[in-house]
């Protein structure tokens, strides 16, 4: 069994909880010495205060070190850089929402309105004529960064079926029931 390491690369909580897996087969195993095995599993750069004896005030404890500050950051500048790509040119809006989630929460990035401004960010500059648009009209009511992720299915899914430059588009006439 390959125990996850923690060198400041994970997201404490994520991490702590990917150890709190394991403490069935450590107790079974190991007996009450889980816990000194998960502190054993931390990187020995990352200096740890004494007195830790539980997993809170062990996620305390990664969360004020300096690793993790780099790592919120570090997350912080992915999504300033991370871009939304349309599937027709060919993007995966999924890929892209998911991502998005996952750097928001490796960022501490919980606050809603702070979330918006990063999506935003991330559009493509050439189509800040109906997105953008679109975009900020429909997320003044939204309150949930799940809400924030339908709202912009919603506003892709819209974009996807407008027609642009080099569509074809067939017109029928509706008397006669006849394409044009």
Do not use: C
């Given at each position: 069994?390959?125990?996850?390491?923690?060198?400041?690369?994970?997201?404490?909580?994520?991490?702590?909880?990917?150890?709190?897996?394991?403490d069935s087969f450590w107790k079974?195993?190991?007996?009450?010495?889980?816990?000194?095995?998960?502190?054993s599993l931390i990187d020995p750069i990352i200096k740890l205060p004494t007195g830790i004896d539980n997993y809170e005030k062990l996620r305390n404890a990664l969360k004020d070190d300096i690793s993790f500050t780099i790592f919120k950051n570090t997350n912080k500048r992915?999504?300033?850089s991370l871009k939304y790509i349309p599937e027709?040119?060919?993007?995966?809006?999924?890929k892209f929402i998911s991502t998005f989630r996952k750097l928001c929460y490796n960022?501490?990035?919980?606050?809603?309105?702070e979330q918006k401004k990063y999506l935003f960010k991330s559009l493509p500059s050439n189509h800040f004529d109906y997105?953008?648009?679109e975009f900020y009209k429909r997320m003044k009511n939204v309150n949930s960064i799940n809400e924030l992720a339908k709202e912009f299915e919603n506003i892709v899914l819209?974009?996807?079926?407008?027609?642009?430059?080099?569509?074809?588009?067939?017109?029928?006439?509706v008397a006669t029931g006849k394409y044009l």
């Open positions: 069994m390959d125990f996850p390491k923690y060198d400041g690369n994970i997201h404490p909580d994520e991490w702590i909880n990917d150890i709190q897996k394991y079974a195993r190991y007996g009450i010495e889980y816990f000194n095995t998960a502190v992915k999504l300033l027709r040119k060919g993007g995966d809006t999924s960022g501490e990035i919980n606050d809603i309105e997105i953008s648009n819209e974009e996807s079926n407008l027609i642009r430059k080099g569509s074809i588009v067939a017109l029928k006439h």
